[in-house]
C-alpha cells in the first residue's frame, strides 16, 4: 500500500483525475491512498494568508514557510513519517519511468504544490528530500505537475495494472518505444491492418514487433536507442533497420516529420 499526502492551496483542483478508471479502482482497493491537505488549514494568522511578498523585492508572490512547516509536521505525526517529501520544480530532478518505479516502492510520499512565485527556501532546505520536475516548462501550480507524478506512480503499485496490461510490456520501461497496435475491424475506410498479424504465426508477429520498436525508437528517440538493453537478435534486426534505410535513400531529416493532413 501507497499513502500519498499531497499538500496545496488549491485542493479542488483534484476532484476528477483520480475518480476515473484505474486511479479510481485502486483507490477503492486500497491499493493507494490519496490525501489532499489544504495547506490553508495550517495558517497560524487570523486571515489565514499564506503568502508574502519576496524579501530583496521582485514581482509577485510567494507562499510562506509557516503553514507548510505547520501542515508537514502534521502529516509527519499523523502518519509516523514523512516519507520522501516531493517538490514539484521546474528545477527539479527529471520524472523518468525509472524515478516513477522507484516512488512507486514507497510506502509514503509528501508532495508539496507550489503555486505563485514558488515557496520560502527554508521549506526546499528543510523539508524536501526530492525536488522533481515533469518538463522543461513553467506551468501556473505544482498541482498538475502532482498529477501526473501520481498517476504514473499508482499505476505501478502492484495489483493496481490488472493481470491483462502489464507494465512491463510499456514503452520505456524495456527502454524502446511501443510497436503499432490493431483492432477490429480488419479493414477500416479502406485502411488495412498490417497481414503479418492476422496470420497467426506468433514468432513471425513477434520479430515484425520488435522491428518495429527498433525503427520507431531510431527514428523518433536514437538517443534513448543508446541506454537500452539490446539483446543479439536486437542487433542484427536493427543492423537490417539500418540497411534498408540506406537502400531507401536515408533522409536527412530522420526523425522529423512532415504533418499530416496539409
Ligand atoms: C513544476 C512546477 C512547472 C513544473 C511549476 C514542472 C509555480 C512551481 C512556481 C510552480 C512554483 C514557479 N511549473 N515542470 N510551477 O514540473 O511554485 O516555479
Redo the contacts with the bound molecule.
Keep these: 500500500m501507497l499513502n500519498i499526502d499531497i499538500l496545496t492551496l488549491f485542493s479542488e483542483m483534484f476532484s476528477g483525475p483520480f475518480d476515473h478508471s484505474m486511479i479510481k479502482r485502486a483507490r477503492e482497493q486500497l491499493l493507494i491512498v490519496l490525501n489532499i491537505i489544504d495547506i490553508r488549514d495550517f495558517s497560524d494568522n487570523k486571515h489565514n494568508t499564506v503568502d508574502d511578498t519576496p524579501y530583496g523585492g521582485g514581482a509577485g508572490m510567494l507562499?510562506s514557510p509557516q503553514p507548510i512547516f505547520k501542515a508537514v509536521e502534521w502529516v509527519r505525526e499523523h502518519r509516523g513519517t514523512l516519507g520522501r517529501c516531493v517538490y514539484?520544480?521546474?528545477d527539479?530532478e527529471p520524472l523518468t519511468q525509472s524515478l516513477a518505479e522507484e516512488l512507486s516502492r514507497e510506502s509514503q510520499l509528501t508532495l508539496i504544490c507550489?503555486?505563485?512565485?514558488?515557496?520560502d527556501q527554508r521549506v526546499r532546505d528543510e523539508l524536501v528530500t526530492d525536488e522533481?520536475?515533469?518538463?522543461?516548462?513553467?506551468?501556473?501550480?505544482?498541482e498538475l505537475?502532482a498529477m501526473v507524478l501520481v498517476d504514473t506512480v499508482a499505476r505501478l503499485v502492484p495489483g493496481v495494472l490488472g493481470e491483462s496490461s502489464s507494465a512491463e510490456e510499456d514503452s520505456f520501461s524495456e527502454g524502446l518505444l511501443e510497436y503499432p497496435q490493431y483492432t477490429r475491424p480488419r479493414v477500416y475506410q479502406g485502411l488495412e491492418v498490417p497481414e503479418v498479424l492476422l496470420n497467426g504465426h506468433h514468432e513471425q508477429i513477434r520479430l515484425w514487433r520488435r522491428r518495429c520498436s527498433l525503427l520507431h525508437t531510431l527514428e523518433r528517440r536514437p538517443e534513448i536507442l543508446e541506454s537500452a538493453e539490446l539483446t543479439q537478435e536486437d542487433k542484427i534486426i536493427l543492423k537490417q533497420v539500418v540497411l534498408d534505410l540506406e537502400k531507401l535513400g536515408l533522409p536527412e531529416d530522420i526523425g522529423r516529420k512532415k504533418r499530416k493532413n496539409s
Design positions: 507562499m514539484l520544480s521546474p527539479g507550489g503555486h505563485y512565485e514558488g515557496i522533481i520536475t515533469i518538463g522543461d516548462y513553467v506551468l501556473t501550480g505544482g505537475p
